[in-house]
Structures are given as C-alpha cells and as structure tokens.
C-alpha cells in the first residue's frame, strides 16, 4: 500500500507561486509513478505532472503548465513536490498528489485527500 497526503494549498494571486508537498510512505512507494492531479471546479480530475519515483529523471506535464510548473522528489525525505510559477485562476482546484505501481496483473492506485489551491486577485 501507499498513503499519501499533501500540504501548501493556499490562495495567491495571479502571477504569483505556490509549492505544494506531497508525504509518500509504504511498501509499494519504490515501484510507483508518483503524479499530480488537478480537479477544477465543474471539471474532471487531470494530470498535471508526473514522475518516475525509482528515478527522478523522467517527467511529464500537461501542455497547460509546462515551463511553469516543475515536479520534484526527495527520496530521503519520501516527499513529492510541485512547484507552480505564474498562476494563473486556470490553476484553481484542488491537488491531488496519486501514485500508481503498475504490475503484470493489475495497477495499484492511490490518491492522497487533496489541497486546494485558489488564484485569485
């Protein structure tokens, strides 16, 4: 299993910055790919940014935030970071910090409870 649970919501203006955190812990955390959903209002929950938790070296982003978003990890620490440069009120919703370990059988999903981030003047 894996539990996870995320921290820095907040409200900010537009333009501004926001780091949220995400604690990782349990037996299946070293097979997993770590992610962040966003889920704005009305709208269904996407993926925003991923990252390989054994390696670090491959990320992806949604097209909606690559260049101001950057996802990160401290394995020591079993942290999962994202930051976000120059909000926008698009970024508004609530984080989700997942993981998935995906086996030969089936795929193990976990979701965190999520953060709310607000961008708003």
């Known amino acids: 299993q894996v539990q996870l649970e995320e921290s820095g919501g907040g409200q900010v203006q537009p333009g501004g910055s926001l780091t949220l955190s995400c604690k990782a812990s349990?037996?299946?955390?070293?097979?997993?790919?770590l992610g962040w959903y966003r889920q704005a209002p009305g709208k269904e929950r996407e993926l925003v940014a991923s990252i390989k938790w054994s390696d670090g070296r491959t990320t992806s982003y949604a097209d909606s935030v690559k260049g101001r978003f950057t996802i990160s990890k401290d394995n020591a620490k079993r942290m999962l970071y994202l930051q976000m440069d120059s909000l926008g009120p698009e970024s508004t919703g609530i984080y989700f910090c997942?993981?998935?370990?995906?086996?030969?059988?089936?795929?193990?999903?976990?979701w965190g409870r999520g953060t709310q981030v607000t961008v708003s003047s």
């Open positions: 349990g037996s299946r955390l070293g097979d997993c790919d």
């Open positions: 997942h993981a998935k370990d995906s086996t030969y059988y089936r795929d193990y999903v976990f």
